[in-house]
């Protein structure tokens, strides 16, 4: 009887002790919502005598940012309304990349990419490990991300990278068309 009334008394000691010592003073920051206006996802995709450009808007996204350092985030990108941008692609290339045989976009309308791990390689340099969701297919994609600005109130970062098209089930002319796709990503939130 005697130990339990010391440790309930130890107990109350300790939560009254904890309840006044101060917090840290760190709030939960509110995520930045991805400005989908400026923001999107350019490529360049080649074939043996020719190359297209075009893009796919982001949709919808945020981006925490933590101490004007990036932290996390997550980003609908639009499959349903990318656009060719070069002339010769046209609506018959925006049509043909819509079908079964590139995005399927009757059924993926949307891709996802959700961060899962910033490391900072320099002041404004920073690799970024997520997750890309194409088609149903997950692939992790890792990206060297250049933060332009990064604080409470605004972010905007880019990254230029290669991806091989075929690690997604976009299949299509393999051996004519290249498997590789240079994308330039812009990402604006506030």
Do not use: C
């Not at 996802?41 to 004007?68: L, M, Q, Y």
């Amino acid at each position: 009887m005697k130990k339990a009334i010391v440790a309930l008394a130890g107990i109350a000691f300790l939560t009254g002790i904890y309840s006044f010592a101060p917090g840290t003073g760190k709030k939960a920051l509110a995520p930045l919502t991805v400005n989908t206006a400026k923001s999107r996802v350019d490529w360049v995709a080649s074939k043996k005598n020719d190359f297209h450009t075009g893009f796919f808007p982001i949709k919808s996204g945020e981006v925490n940012v933590d101490g004007g350092k990036l932290t996390g985030g997550k980003f609908v990108i639009d499959l349903a309304n990318l656009k060719v941008t070069d002339a010769g692609g046209g609506d018959g290339l925006t049509g043909h990349l819509k079908r079964a045989d590139f995005f399927d976009v009757e059924k993926f309308a949307e891709a996802t990419y959700d961060i899962t791990s910033v490391s900072y390689t320099g002041d404004n340099t920073a690799d970024v490990s997520g997750n890309l969701t194409v088609k149903g297919t997950v692939v992790p994609m890792k990206i060297q991300v250049l933060i332009r600005n990064s604080d409470d109130k605004g972010f905007f970062a880019q990254s230029f990278v290669s991806i091989d098209r075929t690690l997604l089930g976009v299949n299509y002319g393999i051996g004519t068309v290249s498997k590789d796709v240079e994308l330039a990503i812009h990402i604006f939130a506030k």
